[in-house]
């Protein structure tokens, strides 16, 4: 499967963003979705992931009850909705999907087969 990010952009502090993840040639429905990020000099960080099924998204800590992740699997795509943005927030964002990964595994990038070329959010203060 072949993933596009996309939304990414500068907004002041307090704002929203969000980015969407397009899916092709494969079978959307059959792939966990996740985003993650990466600021500079930094490692990249899991920030969300849904399930292939329906089921409670996960989130790291620094983002719970500001971002929200979703999928429409009828458009092939993915979400992160990104609320009450702050400065700490800002990186090249990530979309990723794979197909058997589990629950103990999604907040490690290298378990992930698939990437999106990554957009870049700024947050300004």
């Known amino acids: 499967v072949q993933l596009q990010a996309y939304g990414g952009g500068l907004v002041q502090a307090g704002g929203s963003l969000r980015l969407s993840c397009a899916a092709s040639?494969?079978?959307?429905?059959?792939?966990?979705m996740a985003w993650f990020r990466q600021a500079p000099g930094k490692e990249r960080e899991f920030v969300a992931a849904?399930?292939?099924?329906?089921?409670?998204?996960f989130y790291t800590d620094s983002v719970k009850g500001r971002f929200t992740i979703s999928r429409d699997n009828a458009k092939n795509a993915a979400y992160l909705q990104m609320n009450s943005l702050k400065p700490e927030d800002t990186a090249v964002y990530y979309c990723?999907?794979?197909?058997?990964?589990?629950?103990?595994?999604?907040?490690?990038?290298?378990?992930?087969?698939?990437w999106g070329q990554g957009t870049l959010v700024t947050v300004s203060s």
């Open positions: 990723a999907a794979d197909e058997s990964i589990i629950l103990s595994s999604i907040r490690i990038p290298r378990n992930y087969d698939y």
């Open positions: 040639g494969g079978t959307f429905s059959r792939y966990t």
């Open positions: 849904a399930f292939r099924r329906a089921g409670t998204p």
